[in-house]
C-alpha cells in the first residue's frame, strides 16, 4: 500500500509569502503528526492530530502556523507571512492509534525562504 | 532544551564490523524509546523500539539496549553493512502519553566503508 504523501517536495518563498503544504497520510491511520527539521538538527513535534480533531497544538512557534484536518485524513499546514527562519523540511507522520509510537514519515517537504 | 542527546554526529566503521550508535536523555518521564533511520531525501523510517520494562530488544542484526538508570540506551548493528550507511535518529515518548508525541535527538550520521 501507499505510504504518507507530501506535496510539494520543495517549496520556494519570499518572505512575507503564505505557503500551504499537504500531507496524506496512510490510509485507516486516526494519528497525524507535524514535525519541523532545521538543518543539523532532529525533527521538532509541531501539531498532532487525532481523526479531524486537533489535540495538540504546543509545538506550533508562533500564530503564523495552522494546521488542519477537516475529514480526518488530508491534512494541510499553513504558514503565513514566511519567515527567513521558517526555512526546514517539515515532516508529517501518521500512525495506528494503538501502536501511536511507531509513526510512519512522508518523505517531507523542503521550504527556503528567500 | 534537548531532552534526547545524540552527542556524537557521526561514526566511521568497517564493514562488517560492529557500529554502536549512543543516546542519552534528561527526562525521566520517557517511558518508550525508538531508533529511525533516514536517507537523504527521505522521511524516517522505523527501526527499532524497546519499552522501558526491557534492558534489550534484538531484531535481526539490530540490537538496542536500555540503561535507565544512566538514562542511556544505544543502538548495536552487527555486522555492519554498506546499506547501513545513513542518519540515526534516537526519539523517545513519555509515560502514559496517549498523544504519541516524539522527542527526537540530533541524528548520527553513520558511515560504513567496504
Known amino acids: 500500500g501507499a505510504g504518507v504523501s507530501q506535496s510539494p517536495r520543495y517549496k520556494v518563498a519570499k518572505r512575507g509569502q503564505d505557503v500551504a503544504l499537504r500531507c496524506d497520510p496512510i490510509?485507516?491511520?486516526?494519528?497525524l503528526f507535524w514535525y519541523q527539521q532545521a538543518l543539523g538538527q532532529g525533527p521538532e513535534f509541531l501539531t498532532y492530530?487525532?481523526?479531524?480533531?486537533?489535540?495538540?497544538k504546543s509545538g506550533l512557534p508562533s500564530d503564523r502556523f495552522f494546521a488542519e484536518r477537516p475529514e480526518g485524513s488530508v491534512s494541510t499546514l499553513k504558514i503565513q507571512r514566511t519567515q527567513q527562519e521558517d526555512s526546514a523540511v517539515y515532516l508529517c507522520?501518521?500512525?495506528?492509534?494503538?501502536?501511536?509510537?511507531?509513526?510512519?514519515f512522508g518523505p517531507g517537504t523542503r521550504l527556503t525562504v528567500t | 532544551d534537548q531532552q534526547v542527546k545524540q552527542n556524537s554526529p557521526s561514526l566511521s566503521v568497517q564493514e562488517g564490523r560492529i557500529s554502536i550508535l549512543n543516546c542519552d536523555y534528561t527526562?525521566?518521564?520517557?517511558?518508550?524509546f525508538l531508533w529511525y533511520k533516514k536517507y537523504p531525501a527521505e522521511g524516517p523510517t522505523f527501526l527499532i523500539s524497546?519499552?522501558?520494562?526491557?534492558d534489550k530488544n534484538e531484531d535481526g542484526r539490530f540490537t538496542v539496549f536500555l540503561n535507565k538508570s544512566a538514562k542511556h540506551l544505544s543502538l548495536h548493528i552487527v555486522p555492519s553493512q554498506p546499506g547501513d550507511s545513513a542518519v540515526y535518529f534516537c526519539a523517545a515518548s513519555e509515560r502514559g502519553s496517549t498523544l504519541g508525541r516524539l522527542y527526537f535527538g540530533r541524528g548520527t550520521q553513520l558511515t560504513v566503508w567496504p
Open positions: 527526562n525521566s518521564m520517557f517511558d518508550y
Open positions: 524497546i519499552s522501558s520494562i526491557k
Open positions: 490510509s485507516g491511520h486516526v494519528s
Open positions: 507522520a501518521s500512525s495506528l492509534i494503538r501502536t501511536h509510537h511507531e509513526q510512519y
Open positions: 492530530f487525532q481523526n479531524e480533531a486537533q489535540l495538540d
